[in-house]
Nanobody, 128 residues
Framework: QVQLVESGGGLVQPGTSPRLSCGIS??????????LGWFRQAPGKEREFVAA????????HYHDSVKGRFTISRDGAKNTVHLQMNNLKPEDSAIYYC???????????????????WGQGTQVTVSS
């Protein structure tokens, strides 16, 4: 069984740069097209893709709304994935979830259905 636990959320001011982390435990990661992703869900909205990184090769992918502001990275030794968020805006407020999927093809890396394991989420509220 794989478990994911997010941390680093909270109430932050616009323009700040917090970092979210996700610790992954359980079945070791293989290189079988594994992808680690961050998604977010605001009240009344569907869960949306934010960023993803492929374990094999390290390619990264971003939603247009966060490209240039957010950076996803992975610490393989610690089985952790991070989301560095810069210049936060009120519209970035949401519950942020990390996720892990195996056998993820490139065309589906932005889809929630490609990910099999999810964390419980961490709230990020951007407000002055």
């Amino acid at each position: 069984q794989v478990q994911l636990v997010e941390s680093g959320g909270g109430l932050v001011q616009p323009g700040t740069s917090p970092r979210l982390s996700c610790g992954i435990s359980g079945r070791p990661l293989s290189n079988s097209a594994v992808a680690l992703g961050w998604f977010r869900q605001a009240p009344g909205k569907e869960r949306e893709f934010v960023a993803a990184i492929r374990v094999n090769g390290g390619s990264t992918h971003y939603h247009d709304s966060v490209k240039g502001r957010f950076t996803i990275s992975r610490d393989g030794a610690k089985n952790t994935v991070h989301l560095q968020m810069n210049n936060l805006k009120p519209e970035d407020s949401a519950i942020y979830y990390c996720a892990r999927g195996s056998g993820v093809i490139l065309s589906s890396i932005r889809s929630t259905s490609a990910y099999h394991y999810w964390g419980q989420g961490t709230q990020v509220t951007v407000s002055s």
